[in-house]
């Protein structure tokens, strides 16, 4: 419900300014942005913002200007989504402001008016011959292809062997790219179907793109530059002798990138078959030349004077035959009726977002400041701008408006512009708009007539709320385990994962179709086939054992360990452990081989006790095996460093039990002794191995069973609530409104986020909040990724490397207790094509992907950030960007020196944080909550069962602990909860749930990359069908 009180802004325009404003204002309880050294949200006033556009759609040039594809720069779009969820946002598509209302007649039923219309005329050349047919603005060629109705009857004739392109801006080259790139890859893009068509039938060979200064003065950046040698038959081109040698290039940053490039581009040798894009400099045109329509592009020479950006004219010039010029030098403001406007710069004119003598009017992005930044520029412009309003505000400067009653508004709205669109009406188009892009392959097929736009939207009819038996909120391995029990026992399953790919911390992500990275599975225990240990008899029970293939690790020596004066390598088995050790540290040989033998009989015993205790129902068997009990229970007390202390080791020893740190990444004062044991022991039973075709072949099998058991699975789907009512769960509702029904909820979420956001602390009691509360989270990780173009498997064994700076081990959890970061300490090298050796299912051959992660603070403090998930732009956050620099710098430094033969062949790089890390799990902690003594064991972790009736929890957070294994068994664990049945024993005994022919049958070209995303739409493809025979009953 809307506070009487609050104030009602309307936003004209839905692209990048917009959205940003319109988040800015609805930010109250939400650090929003980052300002005067801290985030912050700017203001804490209940706000409505009404958001109007001319296109019965929203996003602006989001839509209809990035190229199709770049479909990650798009992403900005979940912006839109974000903030239309919140309360107070309405969307009011179709309607322009100006034509169909005025922004005085506005004024009298909002507080304020923020005109966020973009830039929408062209910056015209004035040459000859510029209005000749066949010469379009870059304007009309991007709306041509993106499907904008205004453009999409273009009248375009590519039946010539050359285009040209004036200006080489980031527009100019996405032009280049789309008329060079095989029409087979746009189509699997969401380029508008017409433009599709029409370029399958293109007869241009080459594409010359036009820059009027030097080089370096390109106005592309450094990265649109060089995706351009990667397109598939094409050759990128550039002359010699218009790259002459400029001084003062820099010796790195995006200018020497530039150069680089083009310099390489310049001693390119075109295939005869291939097409061509020509990077040319110095070339101004003077006029375009033709009689019915464009027929060449008359072009002056120009020449430096002193550097790049100066040039004069030599007077010599040249033709350039063409039967196509697209002209992409910039874009102008429009005047809008009523409103001031600077013709000269094509701007309204303002002071700080303050629309001059027009109180209450203001202005956001290019209409403000000019048609300059990129997408992100405008988010700081919007925030100046609601920053003015909020002081107006403030000062009393602005008139409350006198029209309140919104459903008066409402009315005046439709009465004006009846075929208005609205935000249920865009939700029919997009979902039509996937649906019928699935069909043929595309993300989506865009809907390119405007009538039909607002037919889709006028007929869209929600479809009603569907009862499942569960539901299971997140995808992780603990909540597909347990949802694919589920439906292979005959229960409808519903998997909700707010993310679009599946898979949780298991899940993988690949980078210019060249390199997979995975987030999560490094390495794993006994994957032996037919064996009952966790993994083969849980994938054994669900029919899919076999369609996972294992590489297995280097036995003698899964890791190889680097302290500053010792190396050790750890192999599989007990025994080599403690000789490799002893041999390791001969002074300490003789306690290293009892504590060693003292572990493995703890972590031998908890193997046959099978279970981490949790309920009396769990604890009564275990009489039936009292010495291994008592075993388990005093190991469970002991924090690791009072076991080494009772076999009197040195701290090198001690170093050297801890040295696998990174498996728990718990402090040694809190680390139990069991928990050491219980991760050896998991490894050293039945070896190590790695998925051969990566972690997500983990996710993808799983949610075939969920599919082929009648389950469904949904991506892009956040929950906003579990819906509790008298004590018990009633479903959930997602973020976009819509509301699912279950009596069974199953939580994979991380515990706090479980109940303090999801279910709410009104419905708890006390003593549970309490508890949450004390819950410690653990410290986490920071990632790095890094692709090189050598195959390291023919030089190096199937091992991790794990890199210790210093021996105190417990000096490096001291700092990040205390809120810092050790750069000495533990440093994980996993390479997944040495685990592989060499063997590939994705990326180019040669090649090798590695990944480093080490330990660091999670806490928001030291990030200089918030909640991504509360809409945080952290990213921007000065104190981010450093940090992340010089983590990533130290532990670049300190792969390079453990493997010096990748000097030299890094092609690629990137870092992950624990920020990046809630953006895609929402949590920051893969480990759950800290593995510490009083945090493991009976009454202290969590139980699958809550006292919420109906509500259960599966993943990293519960009794079942972390990590692949456990997680694995742990959503069995909580599925034989709800069934009441023992899976595991079921499993071990042969029991197969299921159908197993309802599988797919995973073909040579099956990729489980692939077979994990797009289940946001195969979901509402479910849902239409159900739609359509609920209708036609």
């Given at each position: ?296 592009v008359r072009v002056m020479r120009n020449r430096r004077v002193g550097d790049s950006w100066t040039v004069e004219q030599t007077g010599d010039t040249e033709t350039l035959p063409s039967g196509v010029v697209v002209r992409a030098t910039g874009y102008r403001g429009q005047p809008l009726p009523g409103i001031p406007f600077d013709s000269a710069r094509g701007v309204i004119p303002n002071v700080d977002g303050r629309v001059e003598n027009m109180p209450g009017v203001y202005v956001s992005g290019w209409i403000k400041r000019g ?346 789907a956040r929950v906003a609530s579990i819906d509790v009512e008298d004590g018990r769960v009633r479903g959930v509702t997602l973020c976009d409104g819509e509301i699912c029904h279950s009596d069974i909820v199953i939580s994979n979420a991380d515990a706090h986020r479980t109940f303090f956001d999801l279910v709410g602390p009104e419905h708890l009691r006390r003593r549970t909040l309490d508890r949450m509360r004390r819950f410690r989270r653990p410290h986490s990780i920071f990632s790095t990724y890094i692709a090189a173009d050598i ?243």
């Amino acid at each position: 419900m809307i506070a009487p009180e609050s104030y009602r802004i309307a936003v004209v325009g839905s692209g990048p300014a917009g959205m940003y404003t319109a988040r800015h204002l609805l930010s109250a309880g939400i650090a929003g942005t980052y300002l005067d050294g801290r985030m912050v949200s700017l203001t804490d006033r209940p706000m409505e913002v009404d958001m109007f556009d001319k296109l019965p759609t929203p996003f602006g040039l989001i839509r209809g200007g990035v190229a199709p594809d770049h479909p990650d720069k798009k992403l900005i779009g979940h912006l839109f989504e974000s903030v239309a969820t919140r309360e107070g946002f309405r969307f009011w598509g179709n309607i322009d402001v100006g034509r169909d209302i005025g922004v005085d007649e506005l004024a009298r039923w909002y507080d304020a008016v923020i005109l966020a219309v973009g830039a929408a005329a062209d910056a015209p050349l004035g040459i000859a011959g510029e209005e000749l047919p066949g010469s379009l603005s870059a304007r009309e060629f991007v709306g041509w292809y993106n499907g904008t109705p205004e453009y999409a009857a273009l009248d375009l004739d590519l039946d010539t062997e050359r285009a040209v392109i004036i200006g080489n801006g980031n527009v100019a080259l996405d032009v280049a790219r789309v008329l060079a790139t095989p029409p087979a890859t746009l189509r699997r893009t969401d380029i508008a179907e017409h433009a599709a068509e029409e370029l399958q039938h293109s007869r241009i060979r080459e594409v010359v793109v036009l820059g009027r200064r030097g080089h370096l003065a390109g106005a592309f950046a450094a990265a649109e530059l060089e995706e351009l040698g990667d397109l598939p038959g094409v050759d990128v081109v550039a002359h010699p002798q218009e790259l002459a040698t400029v001084e003062d290039i820099p010796a790195a940053g995006p200018l020497r990138r530039k150069h680089d490039s083009l310099i390489r581009y310049s001693q390119t040798t075109p295939l005869d078959d291939n097409r061509r894009i020509v990077l040319r400099f110095l070339a101004a045109p003077v006029a375009l030349i033709g009689q019915q329509r464009v027929e060449a592009v008359r072009v002056m020479r120009n020449r430096r004077v002193g550097d790049s950006w100066t040039v004069e004219q030599t007077g010599d010039t040249e033709t350039l035959p063409s039967g196509v010029v697209v002209r992409a030098t910039g874009y102008r403001g429009q005047p809008l009726p009523g409103i001031p406007f600077d013709s000269a710069r094509g701007v309204i004119p303002n002071v700080d977002g303050r629309v001059e003598n027009m109180p209450g009017v203001y202005v956001s992005g290019w209409i403000k400041r000019g048609p300059v930044g990129v997408i992100g520029t405008n988010k700081k412009c919007a925030r100046d701008t609601v920053r003015s309003l909020l002081a107006d505000l403030d000062a009393d400067r602005l008139p409350r408006a006198g029209a309140r009653d919104r459903a008066a508004l409402d009315t005046w709205v439709h009465q004006r512009r009846p075929e208005v669109t609205t935000l249920p009406g865009w939700r029919g188009i997009d979902i039509r708009e996937r649906l019928d892009g699935s069909d043929v392959g595309s993300p989506r097929r865009k809907i390119v007539d405007a009538d039909e736009l607002v037919r889709t939207a006028r007929s869209h009819r929600p479809t009603p709320p569907r009862r499942h038996d569960v539901i299971v909120i997140g995808s992780g391995l603990g909540g597909l385990s347990a949802a694919a029990c589920l439906a292979a026992a005959g229960k409808s399953v519903l998997v909700l994962e707010q993310h679009e790919i599946l898979g949780g911390c298991s899940q993988v992500f690949r980078r210019k179709g060249k390199w997979e990275f995975d987030c999560g599975v490094h390495y794993v225990g006994g994957c032996v086939p037919g064996s009952d240990n966790f993994i083969p008899a849980v994938l054994r029970g669900l029919g899919v054992e076999d369609r996972i293939e294992w590489s297995r690790m280097d036995d003698d020596g899964m890791d190889t360990v680097s302290f500053p004066d010792h190396t050790f390598r750890v192999p599989t088995d007990w025994h080599r452990f403690a000789d490799e050790l002893a041999a390791t540290f001969p002074g300490d040989a003789a306690g290293l081989a009892s504590c060693v033998h003292e572990l493995r009989s703890v972590g031998e015993a908890f193997e046959r006790l099978n279970d981490v205790p949790h309920s009396v129902r769990a604890v009564l068997p275990l009489a039936t095996r009292p010495r291994e009990a008592a075993l388990v229970a005093r190991a469970l007390e002991q924090p690791i460093a009072r076991l080494f202390d009772r076999h009197h080791l040195g701290l090198e020893a001690r170093a050297a039990l801890l040295s696998l740190i990174h498996l728990h990444n718990t402090p040694p004062a809190r680390t139990p002794a069991l928990l050491v044991a219980a991760l050896l022991q998991h490894y050293f039973k039945a070896g190590a191995y790695f998925p051969t075709q990566g972690g997500q072949v983990l996710g993808a099998n799983l949610a075939e069973v969920i599919e082929a058991n009648g389950g469904e699975i949904r991506t892009k789907a956040r929950v906003a609530s579990i819906d509790v009512e008298d004590g018990r769960v009633r479903g959930v509702t997602l973020c976009d409104g819509e509301i699912c029904h279950s009596d069974i909820v199953i939580s994979n979420a991380d515990a706090h986020r479980t109940f303090f956001d999801l279910v709410g602390p009104e419905h708890l009691r006390r003593r549970t909040l309490d508890r949450m509360r004390r819950f410690r989270r653990p410290h986490s990780i920071f990632s790095t990724y890094i692709a090189a173009d050598i195959d390291i498997s023919t030089i190096r064994p199937a091992t991790n490397y794990i890199l210790h700076g210093r021996y105190d081990v417990a000096e490096t959890y001291r700092l990040l207790d205390g809120g810092d970061w050790d750069p000495q300490g533990w440093l994980a090298i996993s390479s997944p094509t040495l685990k592989t050796q060499g063997v590939k299912h994705f990326g180019a051959e040669g090649h090798s992907s590695i990944e480093a992660f080490t330990a660091v603070p999670a806490e928001y403090e030291f990030w200089g950030g918030g909640d991504p998930m509360a809409g945080t732009a952290y990213k921007w956050s000065p104190e981010y960007v450093r940090r992340k620099a010089e983590i990533e710098a130290a532990a670049m430094e300190r792969v390079l020196a453990a493997m010096p033969e990748l000097d030299g062949h890094i092609v690629w790089q990137e870092s992950a944080t624990p920020m990046s890390h809630e953006r895609y799990t929402l949590s920051r902690m893969p480990y759950g909550p800290e593995n510490a003594k009083d945090q493991i064991g009976p009454g202290r972790r969590l139980s699958v069962r809550t006292e919420i009736d109906g509500l259960f929890l599966a993943g990293a957070s519960t009794v079942h602990l972390y990590g692949i294994a456990f997680t694995l068994r742990g959503g069995v664990g909580t599925a034989s909860h709800i069934l009441g049945r023992d899976l595991l024993a079921e499993f071990r005994r042969g029991v197969v749930l299921g159908d197993r022919s309802a599988l797919p049958d995973h073909g040579p070209d099956w990729d489980p990359f692939e077979a994990s995303g797009g289940y946001a739409w195969k979901g509402q493809n479910k849902e239409r069908s159900r739609a359509e025979a609920v209708a036609a009953r």
